[in-house]
């Protein structure tokens, strides 16, 4: 299944995650690029997919190659 976006993702440079004081079911997670940060809140379930999903990406990713 091939996916048709209308625009391009920008490259993350920096993230960063953490539960807000007052809504401690929720996570945030913060995605910098060059345009700037954008925030998303997730649910318990959503952090944990999103967090299987990227530990079975960097599985498969190729080992770097070696100077």
Do not use: C, Y
């Not at 976006?5 to 490259?11: G, I």
């Not at 997670?29 to 999903?53: M, N, P, R, Y």
Request: no cysteine; aromatic share 6%.
């Amino acid at each position: 299944m091939t996916t048709n976006r209308m625009t391009s993702a920008d490259f993350v440079t920096a993230f960063a995650t953490g539960w807000p004081e007052q809504e401690p079911h929720l996570m945030v997670l913060s995605l910098t690029t060059h345009k700037g940060v954008q925030d998303f809140a997730l649910s318990k379930e959503q952090a944990l997919l999103i967090a299987k999903t990227i530990k079975k990406t960097a599985a498969q990713l190729a080992p770097p190659k070696v100077a």
